[in-house]
Each structure stands twice: as structure tokens, then as C-alpha cells.
């Protein structure tokens, strides 16, 4: 029932800036806590950052706290991903998530029901 679409990713300088956009279909969109997760080669998937259905509510991995922002627009059923001061460790493949809307899950980093397709980011150094 629902489908997400990530874009914005490329290629960037060592401290630059990019945003990443995650188009949802489907009505429930509003009330559904969304979040974002990378993947470098070789390596396991990686919780970014969450948001609650609202909006009032983020969590953010350690890696790039005070760094990243998640938002969303729910009239647009988009969730977005300002990351700033880009590091090389950010190269990685990635993916929004959505979780079942009225799903009842403790904590922020897992209980994702949804996926998208990935959108590439290239740091270079």
C-alpha cells in the first residue's frame, strides 16, 4: 500500500551539503514514522535518522548528529534529509523507510515496513 521514492543524491566535496528527498504515495503517509538508513559496500545497513508521523518528534544515529536534519511535509507526503558537512564515511547508498501507520514499536532504529529503491551519495575527500 505503500511506495517510496528517494532522490537528491550525487556527488559532493569533503564539508558540502546535500538533501535528499523521499516521495510517499498513499493517504496514510501523515500518520506513519519515517526514516532514513544507509549502506556502504561490504558493509551492514545503518540507521540515519527518524521522524514521527507528526513531525514533532526526530532521533538521529550518533554518526551524524548535529550534522543531518529529517523533516517532513505531509501535505507534499515527502520526508527529507538535509545532510551538512559532508564526510568521505557518509558515501553510501540510501534508503527511506516507513513503518505500518498505528504500529506500535519501541525505539526508533528498527520496525520498518517499507522501503525505497536507494539513492546513491558520493563524498570524496
Known amino acids: 500500500q505503500v511506495q517510496l521514492v528517494e532522490s537528491g543524491g550525487g556527488l559532493v566535496q569533503a564539508g558540502g551539503s546535500l538533501r535528499l528527498s523521499c516521495a510517499a504515495s498513499g493517504r496514510t503517509f501523515s500518520s506513519a514514522v519515517m526514516g532514513w538508513f544507509r549502506q556502504a559496500p561490504g558493509k551492514e545497513r545503518e540507521f540515519v535518522a527518524a521522524i514521527s508521523g507528526s513531525g514533532g518528534s526526530t532521533y538521529y544515529g550518533d554518526s551524524v548528529k548535529g550534522r543531518f536534519t529529517i523533516s517532513r511535509d505531509n501535505a507534499k507526503n515527502t520526508v527529507f534529509l538535509q545532510m551538512n558537512s559532508l564526510k568521505p564515511e557518509d558515501t553510501a547508498n540510501y534508503y527511506c523507510?516507513?513503518?505500518?501507520?498505528?504500529?506500535?514499536?519501541?525505539?526508533?532504529?528498527?520496525?520498518?515496513?517499507?522501503w525505497g529503491q536507494g539513492t546513491q551519495v558520493t563524498v570524496s575527500s
Open positions: 523507510a516507513a513503518r505500518r501507520p498505528g504500529s506500535v514499536v519501541d525505539g526508533w532504529e528498527y520496525g520498518y515496513n517499507y
